[in-house]
C-alpha cells in the first residue's frame, strides 16, 4: 500500500529536549516537504526536499532541521524546542514539484507535538 | 505574492443539498495544478480532487466536481448530495504546495 508514515503520531516534551519526527514514504517520491498546522493560519510549509541531498526552506524553517540521506526518509528535527513549536506536523511526498505542481502530495498521518 | 483565498472560513449546508466552497488563486506559472483536500476532525489530509490549468473539461471525481474559471482564476468544489461525513475543514492548493486558509464545513441532518 502507497503511503507515507510518521513517528510518533503524538509527542509532549519540554522546552529544549532535542526531538526528531520520522517519516518515510514507500512510493519512490523524489519530492518530500514538512508542514505545520496551525488555527486560523492554515499549513505552513517548513521545509522541502527535491531530493536525496538537496533541500531548502520553506515559509516557516526557523528553529527545525531536516536531511535528506536516503529517498525514502525526510526527518525533521527540533534542536532545542520552544512552546511556540506546539502544532500539528504533516509529512508529505509527491512524483515531483514540476514548475506549478502538476502531481498530489500524499500526506502522512500527522504528528500533534506539544512543548511544554 | 502567490496565494491562494478561501474567502468562506466557516459554512453550514443541509444534508442531501449541494454545496459550493470557493477558492481564488493568484499564479504567474503558465501551467499549475489546483488541488482539494479534506481534512476531518481525525486530522488526516485526504486527496479529494485535482485540475489541471490545460485540461479542457472541468474535473470530477463522484459527489465531487470543480468549477474551474480560468480567466477568473478561481477553482470551487462543488459538492452534491451532501452528507453528514463531509463535515470536515477543506482545502484548496495550488501546486507548488500554496495553501488556502481552509473552509470548515458542517452538514446539517
Known amino acids: 500500500e502507497a503511503q507515507v508514515t510518521q513517528n510518533p503520531r503524538y509527542l509532549i516534551t519540554v522546552t529544549g529536549k532535542k526531538l526528531t519526527v520520522t517519516c518515510s514514504q514507500n512510493?519512490?517520491?523524489?519530492?518530500m516537504s514538512w508542514y505545520r498546522q496551525d488555527p486560523g493560519l492554515g499549513l505552513r510549509q517548513i521545509y522541502y526536499s527535491m531530493n536525496v541531498e538537496v533541500t531548502d526552506k520553506g515559509d516557516v524553517p526557523e528553529g527545525y532541521k531536516v536531511s535528506r540521506k536516503e529517498k525514502r526518509n525526510f526527518p525533521l528535527i527540533l534542536e532545542s524546542p520552544s512552546p511556540n513549536q506546539t502544532s500539528l506536523y504533516f509529512c508529505?511526498?509527491?512524483?515531483?514539484?514540476?514548475?506549478?505542481?502538476?502531481?498530489?502530495?500524499?500526506f502522512g498521518p500527522g504528528t500533534r507535538l506539544t512543548v511544554t | 505574492a502567490q496565494k491562494i483565498t478561501q474567502t468562506q472560513p466557516g459554512m453550514f449546508v443541509q444534508e442531501k443539498e449541494a454545496v459550493t466552497l470557493d477558492c481564488t488563486y493568484d499564479t504567474s506559472d503558465p501551467s499549475y495544478g489546483l488541488f482539494w483536500y479534506k481534512q476531518p476532525s481525525s486530522g488526516e489530509m485526504i486527496f479529494l480532487i485535482y485540475q489541471g490549468s490545460y485540461d479542457q473539461q472541468n474535473a470530477t471525481e463522484g459527489r465531487y466536481s470543480l468549477n474551474f474559471q480560468k480567466a477568473r482564476k478561481s477553482a470551487n468544489l462543488v459538492i452534491s448530495a451532501s452528507q453528514l461525513g463531509d463535515s470536515a475543514m477543506y482545502f484548496c492548493v495550488r501546486g507548488k504546495l500554496i495553501f488556502g486558509q481552509g473552509t470548515t464545513l458542517q452538514v446539517k441532518p
Open positions: 512510493m519512490n517520491h523524489e519530492y
Open positions: 508529505a511526498s509527491s512524483l515531483s514539484p514540476l514548475a506549478g505542481g502538476l502531481y498530489e502530495q500524499y
